[in-house]
Structures are given as structure tokens and as C-alpha cells.
T-cell receptor
Framework: GNSVTQMEGPVTLSEEAFLTINCTYT??????LFWYVQYPGEGLQLLLK?????DKGSNKGFEATYRKETTSFHLEKGSVQVSDSAVYFC?????????????FGKGTHLIIQP | EAGVTQFPSHSVIEKGQTVTLRCDPI?????LYWYRRVMGKEIKFLLH????????ESGMPNNRFLAERTGGTYSTLKVQPAELEDSGVYFC????????????FGSGTRLTVV
């Protein structure tokens, strides 16, 4: 079945540091890939997505590229801020039929220190 | 537009009791999803409604869980009787049919069974 593996935290960085959160997946067919973010006390928010190989999703300075050859969708940001502190979830959904729920990773708790 | 609303935000109940969680989707969203995150683990898909019909309930853990969406508007998820392993955060999401992957998540209900 489908699965998503992401680095487990907490990940603690200083403000303005470079961020990478690794995400790899296992899926049949051609899934769409997502990064969701959950800020303290809030719901899950879609951060970015990519629907086919080599697509790059980007939002709020974050980027992730759909790499089919390595089945990866790593999240990066060049300079993090304290306000980026949150839990980040990598997820996929299989397109073209079958169960239509999202498959999530375990989440990575990111802590940015001033 | 108003977001997806879930309540209660927190619930603490004793083992063996019954709890009902409620989700109000965004008005006009035919699709409604329930997910659950058990502490330290992945967010897991539970089920999917299209209007009042259950499209996919493959993720429901057992028959102690009952989800309804009478009239195709709000949905309830009842756990009866609750067990310790049911503790976690229950998320609801909704989307409009034909808008592909445009899910909006609620803030979740944190359920603690003691």
C-alpha cells in the first residue's frame, strides 16, 4: 500500500538557517504530493503541492520538487523565521481511482529559535 | 467564507463512555473526510462522505466508531464505548466536488480517554 516516511523531530534551528525536511514515499501509480503545516492551535493548512514528476511546489519561501526517480519530495527553505515553528506533514494521494484519502507521514516538529 | 468547524476542541472521557464529535464543513462542499492522529503516529484516513453517502470507510478502525452525515451537511463521529487507544486528534476536512485536491481541514478535536 501507500506510505510516506519523513524525518522525525523535533528539528531545532536558529533563525535564518537553511531548512530541509526529508520526505520519501511508496505508492503505486502516480500520486500527487503535498506538504501540510499545522501551527499551534490551528488546523492543517496546505503549504504546497506537486501533481506530477519534476513539478516544483512553492509557497511562503518553501519549496519542494517531485522526484520520481528517488520517490522523494523534500521540503526546503533558505532562511527560516521564528514564525515557521510548526508541525510539517508530508502526504500523498493516489490519483486515478482507488481509496481517495490522503496518506500522511508522522509529521516533523520544527522549532526555530531567535 | 467560514472554514471547517469542529467541536468540541477538547474532550476528556472515561473508558467505556460515549463521545460524539461534530464537524461542520464549508457550505457547499459535498466531500467530507475524517482523519485521526494517534500520538506520535501518522494521520490516518478514516472515511469519506459524498453528500450523505459513505464513499469510502476503509479506514474506520472497528465497529465502535459510527459516522453519520444526515442531510449531507454536518457530520458526527461517535465512539461507543471509548477505549484508551482511541485517544488522539480527530481531524475533519471538506472539499468541493470537481475542485480536485482542494481540501480544507478543521482544527481538530483532541480526544483523551482515561
Amino acid at each position: 500500500g501507500n506510505s510516506v516516511t519523513q524525518m522525525e523531530g523535533p528539528v531545532t534551528l536558529s533563525e535564518e538557517a537553511f531548512l530541509t525536511i526529508n520526505c520519501t514515499y511508496t505508492a503505486t501509480g502516480y500520486p500527487s504530493l503535498f506538504w501540510y503545516v499545522q501551527y499551534p492551535g490551528e488546523g492543517l493548512q496546505l503549504l504546497l503541492k506537486a501533481t506530477k514528476a519534476d513539478d516544483k511546489g512553492s509557497n511562503k519561501g518553501f519549496e519542494a520538487t517531485y522526484r520520481k526517480e528517488t520517490t522523494s519530495f523534500h521540503l526546503e527553505k533558505g532562511s527560516v523565521q521564528v514564525s515557521d515553528s510548526a508541525v510539517y506533514f508530508c502526504a500523498l494521494i493516489k490519483t486515478g481511482g482507488g481509496a481517495d484519502g490522503l496518506t500522511f507521514g508522522k509529521g516533523t516538529h520544527l522549532i526555530i529559535q531567535p | 467564507e467560514a472554514g471547517v468547524t469542529q467541536f468540541p476542541s477538547h474532550s476528556v472521557i472515561e473508558k467505556g463512555q460515549t463521545v460524539t464529535l461534530r464537524c461542520d464543513p464549508i457550505s457547499g462542499h459535498d466531500n467530507l473526510y475524517w482523519y485521526r492522529r494517534v500520538m506520535g503516529k501518522e494521520i490516518k484516513f478514516l472515511l469519506h462522505f459524498v453528500k450523505e453517502s459513505k464513499q469510502d470507510e476503509s479506514g474506520m478502525p472497528n465497529n465502535r466508531f459510527l459516522a453519520e452525515r444526515t442531510g449531507g451537511t454536518y457530520s458526527t463521529l461517535k465512539v461507543q464505548p471509548a477505549e484508551l487507544e482511541d485517544s488522539g486528534v480527530y481531524f475533519c476536512a471538506s472539499s468541493r466536488s470537481g475542485q480536485g485536491l482542494g481540501y480544507t481541514f478543521g482544527s481538530g478535536t483532541r480526544l483523551t480517554v482515561v
